[in-house]
């Protein structure tokens, strides 16, 4: 199977820790696509993911799969033998989608909004509005002192161990940077989650 990413974005950076975690990423090629020069636009890309976005898992028989989150869900469904990330028990599968919604409409969406909207970046596709730019890195901190609040007497963000939405909410942190927000001085508990994810091997790939 190919995995079509771009290897400084988050969401392929999702797909890669995930892969990482289950000891999955010799199971797939990973082929760059150069989303500045419009890679992603071309008619051959769009006819694997017609949103246009990166990654895309094609597996052998051409069959392709787009999101994130489907993307691992088809792994953690195909290699059940490998360690669960997306919970065992009904209860553990709903916190976890429950967390990675949180994560996604409230913490991921504004970052990738405020990257957008606020740099310019995509100024050639798009028309960026600086003040929806800023009023969602407003709400991306507000989401990190909510964070920070919840992991006070926590390691991991829910099921009490490490699971995707950590993978996710770590690549947002560190996303976030790219639009100058990082962790706040007393955002202790935060940090202290940051770096103990950042020293899982699966935060290198």
């Known amino acids: 199977m190919k995995i079509y990413e771009t290897s400084t974005a988050p969401n392929p950076r999702r797909v890669r820790m995930f892969m990482a975690e289950k000891g999955l990423l010799e199971k797939a090629e990973f082929e760059q696509i150069d989303i500045v020069k419009g890679?992603?636009?071309t008619p051959e890309f769009t006819a694997r993911n017609p949103m246009k976005k990166v990654p895309v898992l094609e597996?052998?028989?051409?069959t392709c799969i787009s999101e994130t989150l489907a993307i691992c869900r088809y792994f953690e469904e195909a290699y059940p033998d490998t360690h669960h990330l997306l919970g065992d028990t009904p209860l553990e599968k709903a916190l976890v989608e429950q967390w990675l919604r949180w994560v996604e409409f409230y913490f991921f969406q504004p970052t990738g909004m405020c990257f957008q909207h606020s740099t310019g970046y995509f100024k050639d596709r798009m028309n960026p509005i600086k003040e929806w730019g800023d009023e969602c890195g407003q709400n991306v901190k507000q989401f990190m002192a909510f964070l920070n609040e919840h992991l006070a007497d926590k390691d991991y963000i829910c099921c009490d161990r490490f699971t995707a939405v950590d993978i996710n909410a770590f690549t947002t942190v560190a996303f976030a940077r790219v639009v100058k927000i990082r962790i706040e001085p007393e955002h202790e508990h935060l940090q202290a989650w940051?770096?103990?994810?950042?020293?899982?091997?699966?935060?290198?790939v």
């Open 39 to 41: 890679e992603n636009l």
């Open 59 to 62: 597996l052998d028989d051409g």
């Open 194 to 204: 940051y770096d103990r994810i950042k020293a899982r091997p699966s935060a290198s």
